[in-house]
């Protein structure tokens, strides 16, 4: 399975549990950590941990298991590494706090809307 498709799986899975804000950058020619960082924002707590299960649960249908899977405990940010793509699902609280987004700004910010349904 391709990295592309494999974000794709996990953009999907965090769409179809409402997830906000699904952002996808390629950080390939940035770093050794990813080929791709998949980021969502949750309403709650309970949320992050229901759309990280959504997104475990359809990878690993695709027959792709995580390298590891962090925050489990907080719940405030769960981060699941795919090796070429690392789902990071946060509170809108720590998101805003940690901001991926600014800190890999030089990413390539790949376009999903052929991925999410339309609100």
Known sequence: MTDKEEFEIAVKALDSKKAEKITVLKVADLTILANYFVIASATSTT?????????EY???QA??????????????????????????????????????EHL??????????????PN
């Open 47 to 55: 949320q992050v941990k229901a759309l990280a299960d959504a997104v």
């Open 58 to 60: 359809h990878l690993e």
């Open 63 to 100: 027959g792709v298991t995580p390298k590891s899977v962090e925050g489990i405990q907080s719940r405030n940010w769960i981060v699941l590494d795919y090796i070429d793509v690392i789902v990071h699902v946060f509170t809108e609280e720590a998101r805003e706090f940690y901001q991926l």
């Open 104 to 117: 890999w700004a030089d990413g390539e910010k790949v376009a999903i809307s052929d991925i999410v349904k």
